[in-house]
């Protein structure tokens, strides 16, 4: 049976939730354009639910295809 993913992620736990490296998760933080994050004191952590809306959003039904703009 497939495991469960807790509610909130650390950056590890996201970044294997998401099928990324750590590193990549790290870098689209930085730059903008990846998932919303939760900023508390030093630490990041990550909602499940907008882990999910941040892939439904990449979501594209061709290499061409820019989704919404």
Excluded: H, N
């Excluded at 919303?36 to 039904?61: I, N, Q, T």
């Amino acid at each position: 049976m497939a495991e469960i993913a807790p509610a909130i992620m650390r950056p590890e736990d996201a970044a294997r939730f998401l099928t990324l490296r750590k590193q990549r998760l790290a870098r689209l933080r930085l730059e903008g354009g990846g998932p919303v994050f939760v900023k508390v004191g030093r630490s990041v952590l990550y909602r499940r639910d907008d882990l999910e809306a941040w892939l439904a959003a990449c979501r594209r039904r061709s290499t061409s295809d820019g989704g919404a703009s």
